[in-house]
């Protein structure tokens, strides 16, 4: 009972007891990167002055804004990489259920594949995948 | 209930493995000053203890004493939590390498894929750093490199495809099983060939070092880091090295399995393991005190116009041989 | 109430937690880090569920790609400037107020609800014997075939808008 839903299959009934160890390992990566950080407040000397805390740019005073807008190319990478993710996870279950699939599941993946390398060949033509 | 013992026996486990894992990372910074400096017909640290054995902990020692610098105009908190996340995507990667068949902190199905899904976390750390630091060269270093791991990921993510059609198993302790007669290098050499070269953009590691490139950006994107927490972006970055030698050495090298003759059998599973994995590590300083480093241009396009069709074909293939024998 | 009651309490409460931070952060990059913890929690509770597949691509697909699509384009746009601004708008009370009584009608409504889910073949016993990758590779692939192939377009669609609304950018 959860806000009165009576469910056999609702969050809470089943133990992913598979992860506990993968929970644990979080928190301790977490504390092996936080300890040395917080224990270090204790010894290390704090001496700042405003040139010590200046970004560095060669030791020339720093100019102008640092955030400064950047090549579109950059956004256009993220954008395909975001479709050929999605490709991959589509490839990981079917690589391992392949030997059930049998040339029925070879034939629709190639297909699948053939359908997004049409895409990659315009992106390609296209000078998407160019770096001047 | 869950059962405490177990509880207790996991955080044993974490605690063995987490504390190697770090020993490696200072010794693996040592290994690789030496074996570059006598590649390069120099001696490498000899100052700090008989051969220089010592300089990884004084070195440890001066960057936790050493004043926490953070820029002004920085944002703050990212600064701080940046290579924080870079760690702990480093170091849970470590659950689900089994060490040998029995020895696995976690022992899921979803292996492969909760490598691929922390490296993608740990570009984060990558990217919040460099736009955290309010510094141009930490800026230009954390774009490029997020491009470069964002591109080679799907190298790495397709690589992995062939080795799952082989195994029909995302398991790692699986697919080293699926080893028993011959390992996967055998037939799947062109999958190893890309996994091995996206495993080293990944890890921005020579001559993919664009991001840290030292001659043109400083050192890229913690160029503003100083003291502990730029020893905890180097720990990220040798604990990687680490994970992608230790998941090439289960998919393609037959991870603890080692020849079955002579005195060879009685050798320990763990040996065989950390064998393959410091050959591979070996393999990663050769290559950096070889190449020269990429063009970013060349980079980029020998990941998309190279890699990604290479994998592609490399799934074709194998589909189809399996599919004949 | 039992610990796993307590997990799932906890991941379930972070869940909210952080979508309420995600909205209400001014520095968008923020933002951004809220959803990033927003999506490990999401994936925690797709574990509770016995969907450790969703979980992974999860945290691959969206917080590895579409979330760092958001950050580049946040850091393209520059939304410095931004930060300084008081409030983006001025109607959140009214706003409040609707999601307060949307929340109070779910709850209405599920209070009513009762479900009798009627157990399938692909009960939780199954699919612990062979694998959840297994399992759904097998129905992904025959069954579903063709919402499959369809998602093949979408993304060949996708492909070729980003190349050309960049292309556009460029020249």
Redesign the interface.
């Known amino acids: 009972m959860f806000l009165g839903i009576k469910a056999c299959g609702m969050p809470g009934t089943y133990?992913p007891?598979?992860?506990?160890?993968?929970l644990?390992?979080?928190i301790?990566?977490?504390l092996?990167?936080?300890t040395?950080?917080i224990l270090?407040?204790l010894?290390?000397?704090?001496?700042?002055y405003?040139i010590?805390?200046?970004?560095?740019?060669?030791g020339n005073p720093?100019v102008g804004d640092?955030?400064y807008k950047?090549s579109v190319?950059?956004y256009i990478?993220?954008m395909?990489?975001m479709v050929?993710?999605v490709e991959?996870v589509f490839?990981?279950p079917w690589?391992?259920?392949?030997?059930k699939l049998?040339?029925y599941g070879?034939i629709e993946?190639?297909l699948f594949?053939f359908i997004l390398?049409i895409g990659?060949i315009y992106a390609?033509e296209k000078g998407a995948?160019?770096?001047? | 209930?869950?059962d405490i013992s177990?509880?207790v026996g996991?955080?044993v486990?974490?605690?063995i493995v987490?504390t190697i894992t770090?020993l490696h990372v200072a010794y693996a910074v040592y290994f690789e000053r030496k074996v570059i400096g006598h590649m390069q017909a120099r001696l490498g640290p000899m100052r700090v203890g008989p051969h220089g054995l010592l300089q990884p902990i004084a070195d440890f020692v001066k960057l936790?004493?050493?004043?926490?610098?953070?820029?002004?105009?920085a944002?703050k908190?990212?600064f701080?939590?940046a290579?924080?996340i870079s760690?702990?995507a480093?170091?849970?990667s470590?659950?689900v390498i089994p060490l040998w068949e029995t020895f696995a902190?976690?022992?899921?199905?979803?292996g492969?894929?909760?490598i691929?899904?922390?490296s993608?976390?740990g570009?984060?750390g990558i990217?919040?750093a460099g736009?955290?630091?309010?510094?141009?060269?930490?800026?230009l270093g954390a774009?490029r490199s997020?491009?470069q791991v964002?591109?080679y990921?799907?190298a790495m993510?397709?690589s992995l495809?062939?080795v799952?059609?082989l195994a029909?198993?995302?398991?790692l302790v699986d697919i080293v099983n699926a080893q028993s007669k011959y390992p996967f290098i055998l037939i799947q050499p062109v999958a190893f060939f890309v996994f091995l070269m996206a495993a080293i953009a990944e890890t921005n590691r020579a001559p993919f070092d664009l991001p840290e490139a030292e001659t043109e950006l400083?050192a890229g994107y913690f160029?503003?880091y100083s003291?502990?927490?730029f020893?905890?972006f180097f720990i990220a970055e040798y604990a990687g090295m680490f994970i992608m030698s230790a998941i090439a050495v289960i998919c393609f090298f037959g991870g603890w399995k080692g020849p079955h003759f002579w005195i060879l059998s009685h050798v320990p599973n763990i040996v065989w393991f950390l064998l393959k994995v410091y050959a591979l590590i070996f393999f990663y300083y050769w290559i950096r005190a070889t190449l020269p480093r990429y063009r970013?241009?060349q980079l980029?396009?020998l990941g998309?116009?190279l890699f990604?069709p290479l994998t592609?074909a490399n799934?074709?293939v194998t589909?189809?041989v399996?599919?004949l024998y | 109430m039992?610990?796993l009651q307590i997990f799932f309490i906890y991941f379930a409460v972070m869940t909210t937690l952080s979508s309420i931070l995600v909205i209400t952060r001014k520095?968008a990059?923020?933002s951004v880090?809220w959803m990033?913890v927003l999506f490990v929690h999401i994936a925690a509770i797709y574990l509770f569920l016995n969907a450790?597949?969703l979980?992974?691509?999860q945290?691959?697909v969206y917080?590895?790609?579409i979330l760092?699509l958001y950050?580049?384009v946040i850091?393209l746009l520059n939304l410095r400037e931004e930060d300084t601004k008081k409030k983006f708008l001025s109607q959140w009370p009214l706003g409040l107020i609707t999601g307060v009584v949307f929340i109070m009608f779910f709850i209405l409504i599920l209070g009513k609800i009762t479900v009798f889910p009627t157990p399938g073949k692909y009960s939780v016993e199954f699919i612990k014997s062979e694998?959840?990758?297994?399992t759904i590779g097998k129905v992904l692939y025959t069954e579903y075939l063709l919402p499959f192939e369809v998602v093949s377009l979408i993304l060949l669609v996708a492909i070729i808008g980003a190349v050309v609304l960049a292309k556009k950018k460029i020249s």
Do not use: C, Q
């Not at chain 1, 010894?43 to 700042?48: A, C, E, I, L, Q």
């Not at chain 2, 936790?64 to 105009?73: L, M, T, W």
């Not at chain 2, 902190?105 to 979803?110: D, K, P, Y």
């Not at chain 3, 694998?131 to 297994?134: A, D, E, L, T, V």
């Open positions: 133990i007891s598979n992860y506990l160890p993968i644990i390992i979080l301790v990566a977490t092996v990167g936080l040395p950080l270090g407040v010894v290390r000397p704090k001496r700042p405003s010590k805390l200046s970004p560095y740019e060669s720093p640092t955030r950047f190319k950059f990478i993220a395909l990489f050929f993710d991959a490839l990981y690589a391992v259920a392949y030997d049998g040339l070879f993946m190639m594949i390398l990659y390609w995948l160019e770096w001047e | 209930m869950m177990i509880i996991t955080i486990k974490i605690a987490v770090m936790f004493f050493k004043e926490d610098i953070v820029p002004s105009n944002d908190p990212i701080l939590i290579p924080v760690v702990v480093a170091l849970a470590l659950a902190i976690a022992n899921i199905n979803i492969i894929l909760y691929l899904a922390l993608s976390v570009a984060y990217i919040l736009w955290s630091s309010n510094s141009k060269y930490s800026f774009l997020s491009a964002i591109s990921e799907i993510g397709l495809v062939g799952m059609m029909g198993s995302a398991n400083v160029t503003e003291g502990i927490r020893g905890l970013y241009d980029m396009s998309w116009k990604i592609l799934i074709f589909g189809l399996k599919l | 039992t610990t520095n990059v923020h880090i990033l450790e597949l979980a992974a691509i945290i691959i917080a590895g790609a760092v950050l580049f850091m694998g959840i990758m297994m």
